[in-house]
DNA sequence: CTCGAATCTGTGAACGTGCACAGATGATGA
DNA sequence: TCATCATCTGTGCACGTTCACAGATTCGAG
């Protein structure tokens, strides 16, 4: 920055304030400074500057997954670019911090307390989850992906599950089926849990215990081993609420190769309109998550508070249309 | 430092070497410092060390593909992993760069020369390529995962490509199958033209490239696409080798589709061992690319650069096992 | 006992930026 | 003409480290 000052014939101060578009810079010293800069080939130095602002222009996305499901969940990804682009776009820097084993997580305390980061975004937190009280402990600007109930006053941004999967069971219910039943996974997350929610509102006094499978994870795994569970109890099932496409797709292999037709005999409905969606045959009706979207508001809550608007504990809510195809 | 240093009544010097490791620091010493540290609740600021060491402790991973592939290949979010814990463990923060559009390259070769990243990891470049120009002219320690030609001295950690797609075509001939096509996806990447040139290397004088069908990339539909091609052109064709998993299960769809049994029909086989693979009916024969490793191997040739070791233009090719399933 | 080497310690000067402050200039109004 | 104000500019200090250097202490060998 010196010699373009020097290059420039005017002092550091002024080409300090050029840089950051500050007030009192004649034109003349504009121009001077632009020619100089391009002369020069100056390129600003971010770690003087985070040294003298205490801000680093960097902010950590935190993924509480295991590793395995880091790499299949397309969610995740388009979440990650969302967020991502927009805060390339503020000019900062998205650090993506993987969080699987316990001393993962040690590590992450240390590293958002050493004044790298200036803010985080989190996704896929859990109840009572240690990083959620690693954040809340250190008060830093936080945004949730999802909404924990634990998060206190933190903002988040989340889709409605409960209303999505309320309209997907009331579809099913009105196109004249009867005996719905539910593969419900992830009941540790809010996302899992809101979705049963949702159902069970929806059948209201007509809704049995008996018609939900629980599985542990949003996979193709689980659900096989939940529809086979299901149709053991309920042989006589003619409705499928998945919680996810991955979780559809078992239960649709799994359907066909004990016989039944879909949607003729057993209507089928996924979440996440992933690619499993348009792999199955027939198509998946399903719950199409903008996963981008909900990046970027993540993103860009955090970035408000950087700028030290203090967290109201308002989330958003983004719509999540329901895609009708084949299945059901 | 300095209270930590005033609290242990020793001074910022010593602490700095205790800090870093160095030698001449005594038993006294390190005892009162460590003691201090905690005290004091000491985390030591990256940006002031930056500044004085002109390194910024961070590693860049470029991604060049357009963002729907990087949500939906798992290889990259492997990659990534692998890349992001060789990283960690040298305490490196790993940042993620999505160039998508021109201008995200042009604002990349910004990044890269503002000193944020001692060194930079490059995944999925072609030759040609726009971010391997500006990577060798600015100079920077870097590993590419895979290797275009035009890369020069630098490091690269790939599979081989062709060795594998030999073994397999051999394979497929060797088990009684004489008229053996190939979809041929993504040939402007070296990956994609690599295992090519083994289909071909393989048949030797047998080659007839009209059972070759070239498609743009290694997605479901190009399968398809590809599939129909050459079908239209050989009925009576027995064997498909398809450079990527996605394309083999387009393949297999459109040939069970049109009546034709797997494997006693036809024999299928693959490349990643992916998902796709077991989802198949009968699951796929494939290539298993050690994705974990090769982000991990480039991690390390990067930090080897920082270290000084000067690249020697000697690739890394990791072991890719070919796993004989159902579908050939 | 002396000298040199090895070990340990403290001090001051960087690194490249932002900011507060003081000073300079020119315009405006009394 | 002089005071007042807005605009513009330059200077020195601070941010929290690392590193080179000089000084202090200890130890062993001659």
Redesign the interface.
Known sequence: MHDVAVQAGVSRGTVSRFLNGQRYVSDDARQAIEAAIVKVGF??????R??VMRR?QAVGLIVHEP?SL???D?NI??I??GA?ETL?EADY????L?ADSPRDIA?LG?YL????IDGVIIVSAREGDAITRAVSRLDIPAAYVGHPRDIGQAAYVAIDNRRAAHAITTRLRETGRSRVGMIAAALDRDSGADRLAGFTDALGDAFDASLVEAVPLYS?GDGQAGMRALLARHPDLDGVFASSDAVA?GAVDVLQASGRRIPEDVGVVGFDDS?WAM?CEPALSTVRQPAGDLGRAAAAAVLRQIDGDPATGEGTLLDCPVIWRGSA
Chains 1, 2 share one sequence.
């Open positions: 390129v600003p130095n971010r770690a003087a985070s040294l680093s590793h880091f790499v299949e397309p990804g388009s990650l670019l991502n390339s820097q998205m650090a993506t993987i590590r240390n307390s050493g004044g790298l193709y797709a690619s792999r």
